[in-house]
């Protein structure tokens, strides 16, 4: 790296000169070199990693092993001593209701909240003290040897009752214990301890279990359990049935004598009162009354009509009213007036008013009026008999009104005790015919009503235990034993070693935290989320890009190298967002793809990757042929370009170098996507060669021991280290890590993932 290089002569253009103070570098990389010396590594108190974990495991693997063997030999040795115990199991099917056949609404019965109060209360019925009682004397099991086998105590219990002395209360409870009806209630519980209902999730069916060390036994008995059941829902449904039945029946022929009475003093009262009722229920002086009301509505508007016509007709002149003007008599006068006052105007130029013609035909039209105003007085006297008329009419049916309203007030009086006895029939009537309806219906309904409850399969004989298995029982043993050897090894918790939060980069790493970058929620993508300026992604890098002017004291590394532990932690999509936003602000930016071995950037840029970076350092192409401008303004791109043998070699000779610093002083900014460190030496040979590199970090995917290491190789590469940016961040669940490392991996399938992934 010390030979003598041209730029010019790989194609590139000659840097301005511009003057080195070689003394304040040298002593600012002194000081670099001494800050970025291996760091001291924070004091962690109460705090170990996974290896730690480990060591305890296997300092105390006897305690494990110890307790894992105890354990587990007593779970044999317990399950070879327990008495065989056999499942017989009979399948039930519970309706909520019969089937309604004379209902048509009720046919399918409907589910509904009470239905869960239901089967738990017949699941409750199965488990009853009363069905245990029925079973065992069906069966007669008081003489039977397997249950009197079954039901004798433990010889454990027996073993503890003979060393315990006994006292005053155990003699007393072994007196009672004599009585039958103590002896009755021991042998119930111990059915029920023996009976088991285990309901069929999402379904009306419940299985019926019964455990006996006899499978016969266990099969006779469920059988029983379940035929007994099924008898007793019918008997409880035939008595509810024939009690309701008895019940209405002398209920019906209590109100069919309250009726009658009723109605025989109803009928008596109104005689003796001499009320007669309308088809309606109401009195016959009571319609009439309402009539004659109508009536006299009728000729009260009738009378103010005609009162008012009269009043107009008194007020207003003869010509004026609409009767008169509406005459045919009026009218033809008229006109036979018009006609001879025509003539007589006609007349009056040639004869004068004195002339006999003249005179006759003024006598004429004057008797003309006299009979026009006969006719109008004719009118005026009709109009005034009509309102006449109206006014007596409405006197009388005041005078007939105020009558029956003494009549029906009087008839009032005496029927309270008549409608007091006509609603004391309706009531009887009502309820009468409601327990009769209810009646038929009961009738009907248990005549074809049916059984709710069903066998759907009885129970078979058992061909194989049911408990102890030894299997479960040793595999428990065994789960248990380990677990317990567990916790007394460990007593603490185990720690995750991956860098999870800001804070893990500044305590475990000792750098300084210069981003943030969120995790994308699928289906997000880095391309969508740089789409939108506005996106916390994107806001993200700008402020990356903020921080970076402050890292150091000279502003932004002009050379910004940007590599990763591990592969896979976003440094593609770091490099190519700090070039963008740079770009952005006006500034001259170079991006370089510098991961020989996984090249992804050219698919972010969306440009081709024929040719690039391996093509310049082995010295097929000039770096002017390979630099290719992007759309976006200030912003150029070289590719890695194919994929050669031997990445390492290639970027650590002198081209490199020359290129850095080249471009370096031709662009505002280098930024240099390389490959992560993980073991290789291309990323410490292309930090020691910028003046800055980014350490990208996987909030939960980078593990400590992994971003030291980098740290490390990256530290004794001098390499300028000035932060760190830590990717993928969840600030809700920020905890979980990936697996080991593998380099092969990331040769080999790395290259298929997208830029998303690295």
Do not use: C
Not at 127 to 154: F, G, H, W
Not at 467 to 488: D, E, F, H, Q, Y
Request: net charge negative; glycine share 6%.
């Amino acid at each position: 790296m010390n030979q003598e290089f041209d730029p010019q002569e790989a194609g590139l253009p000659a840097p301005a000169p511009k003057p080195q103070p070689r003394h304040m570098l040298a002593s600012r990389e002194r000081l670099l070199s001494a800050e970025l010396a291996e760091p001291a590594e924070p004091e962690r108190k109460g705090e170990i990693d996974l290896l730690d974990y480990w060591r305890v495991i296997v300092k105390r693997r006897w305690t494990v092993i110890a307790a894992t063997l105890i354990i587990s030999i007593a779970a044999l040795v317990g399950t070879l001593l327990l008495t065989p115990i056999y499942r017989a199991t009979a399948t039930l099917q519970i309706e909520r209701d019969t089937m309604q056949v004379v209902q048509v609404e009720g046919f399918n019965p409907a589910e509904s909240p009470a239905d869960r109060d239901f089967f738990q209360t017949q699941y409750e019925l199965l488990k009853s003290r009363s069905l245990a009682q029925r079973v065992i004397s069906e069966l007669d099991l008081e003489n039977d040897t397997a249950y009197q086998a079954m039901t004798a105590p433990a010889p454990w219990k027996l073993l503890l009752g003979l060393a315990g002395e006994t006292d005053d209360e155990e003699l007393d409870a072994a007196h009672l214990a004599a009585t039958e009806s103590v002896r009755q209630t021991l042998r119930i519980n111990s059915f029920l301890a023996s009976l088991s209902i285990e309901p069929v999730r999402n379904s009306r069916l419940v299985r019926v279990h019964f455990d006996s060390p006899d499978a016969a036994f266990s099969q006779r008995v469920v059988n029983a359990v379940a035929e007994a059941y099924i008898a007793s829902n019918l008997e409880r449904r035939f008595d509810a049935s024939s009690y309701a039945k008895t019940f209405l029946e002398e209920r019906l022929e209590q109100l069919r004598i309250q009726l009658e009475d009723s109605e025989s003093r109803l009928v008596e009262f109104a005689q003796r009162e001499r009320i007669v009722d309308a088809i309606d229920g109401s009195s016959l002086s009571t319609q009439s009354l309402s009539e004659l009301n109508s009536t006299l509505a009728a000729a009260q508007d009738q009378r103010i009509r005609a009162e008012a016509r009269w009043k107009h007709a008194e007020s207003a002149s003869g010509m004026g009213l609409s009767a008169v003007l509406g005459s045919e008599i009026v009218q033809a006068l008229q006109e036979r007036r018009a006609d001879l006052q025509a003539q007589y105007q006609d007349k009056l130029s040639i004869f004068k008013p004195a002339f006999p013609e003249m005179q006759q035909l003024q006598a004429q039209i004057d008797e003309l009026d006299r009979q026009i105003q006969t006719e109008v007085g004719n009118i005026k006297a009709a109009i005034r008999g009509e309102y006449e008329s109206a006014l007596a009419q409405e006197q009388m049916l005041r005078a007939q009104i105020d009558a029956l309203k003494d009549e029906v007030l009087d008839l009032r009086n005496r029927s309270i005790e008549y409608n007091i006895l006509r609603r004391e029939v309706d009531t009887n009537r009502q309820q009468y015919d409601a327990l009769l309806q209810r009646y038929k219906e009961i009738g009907v309904a248990g005549g074809v009503g049916t059984n709710n409850i069903s066998i759907v399969d009885p129970a078979e004989l058992p061909i194989s235990k049911y408990k102890p298995r030894l299997s479960m029982n040793l595999a428990i043993g065994l789960l248990l034993g380990l677990v317990v050897g567990l916790l007394l090894a460990l007593l603490f918790e185990v720690i995750d070693d991956s860098v999870k939060h800001p804070e893990d980069v500044e305590r475990l790493l000792g750098q300084a935290v210069l981003g943030v970058i969120p995790l994308l929620k699928s289906p997000m993508t880095p391309a969508r989320a740089i789409a939108d300026p506005r996106s916390a992604f994107a806001e993200a890098y700008r402020s990356l890009r903020t921080a970076l002017q402050f890292a150091t004291e000279s502003g932004v590394p002009r050379s910004l190298l940007i590599t990763s532990a591990s592969p896979s932690e976003g440094k593609s999509t770091t490099a190519f967002m700090l070039a963008q936003n740079f770009a952005q602000l006006g500034k001259r930016v170079l991006i370089i793809d510098a991961d020989l071995r996984n090249p992804s950037l050219h698919r972010a840029v969306g440009s081709d990757n024929s040719a690039g970076l391996s093509n310049y350092l082995s010295g097929a192409a000039k770096a002017m042929d390979v630099i290719k401008q992007t759309e976006l303004s200030n912003f150029s791109f070289l590719s890695s370009g194919p994929l050669p043998p031997n990445p390492a070699e290639l970027l650590a000779g002198p081209k490199m170098i020359a290129l850095v610093k080249v471009a370096s002083d031709k662009y505002d900014h280098v930024i240099i996507d390389g490959p992560p460190v993980m073991g290789l030496a291309d990323a410490p040979t292309l930090a020691n060669m910028t003046s800055g590199t980014l350490l990208v970090i996987e909030a939960g995917g980078t593990r400590v021991a992994h971003a030291k290491n980098a740290l490390k190789r990256l530290q004794a590469a001098r390499a300028r280290v000035i932060g760190a940016l830590l990717t993928k961040f969840d600030a809700k669940v920020s905890g979980y890590h990936y697996g080991g490392y593998n380099y092969y991996s990331y040769g080999a399938g790395e290259s298929t993932k997208k830029l998303t992934a690295s």
